[in-house]
T-cell receptor, first 114, second 110 residues
């Protein structure tokens, strides 16, 4: 089974802090994604990566950056956390298979910025 | 951009059949996905349609009409554990990213 692991399940950070959300996948997938999920807004794509050191902006990249130094690891960085970044963050990994492009999600990281 | 619309909430009875609709507007359509998400958990893959027609997988089926920009997820013999949010997602062009709808919260009652 594909495993996508997010290092922190629940975090509470202060406004202005730098926050790292780590994600690791164990299936050698090239494509990895960071989404945030908010009530009434659904899943929104922040950044994605096609390969090591490659990154592309998603629909809501403002206030975020990412790092992909190794194929299995994709990190989301909040340089200076703000209260409007309180959300549930989902990392995902993708394989091209018979289903087209199946995305596998991590368990999610609940971030509260106070 | 892409507009994806789903009903916000639905309620159905255990043992019954429910149909969750999804409409979308996008250029370069290249596939539609359905995901299930239980409260506090990650979404899990249910189905994928890229050609018109019905895809059946056990109690779940998904239908696509590309000309109408329309899909539905059909759940048969509903069980209490089917209470969850159902997310419709569209892939555009040859790219790898999916755009998700806001999800339909399904409640299954006795």
């Amino acid at each position: 089974d594909v495993k996508v692991t997010q290092s922190s399940r629940y975090l509470v950070k202060r406004t202005g802090e730098k926050v790292f959300l780590e994600c690791v996948q164990d299936m050698d997938h090239e494509n990895m994604f960071w989404y945030r999920q908010d009530p009434g807004l659904g899943l929104r794509l922040i950044y994605f990566s096609y390969d090591v050191k490659m990154k592309e902006k998603g629909d809501i990249p403002e206030g975020y950056s990412v790092s992909r130094e190794k194929k299995e690891r994709f990190s989301l960085i909040l340089e200076s956390a703000s209260t409007n970044q309180t959300s549930m963050y989902l990392c995902a990994s993708m394989v091209r298979d018979r289903a087209g492009n199946t995305i596998y999600f991590g368990e999610g990281s609940w971030l509260t910025v106070v | 951009g892409q507009n994806i619309d789903q009903p916000t909430e639905m309620t159905a009875t255990e043992g019954a059949i429910v149909q969750i609709n999804c409409t979308y507007q996008t250029s370069g359509f290249n596939g539609l996905f359905w995901y299930q998400q239980h409260a506090g958990e990650a979404p899990t893959f249910l189905s994928y349609n890229v050609l018109d027609g019905l895809e059946e997988k056990g109690r779940f089926s998904s239908f696509l009409s590309r000309s109408k920009g329309y899909s539905y997820l059909l759940l048969k013999e509903l069980q209490m554990k089917d209470s969850a949010s159902y997310l419709c997602a569209v892939r555009k062009g040859g790219g790898n990213k999916l755009t998700f709808g806001t999800g339909t919260q399904l409640k299954v009652e006795l």
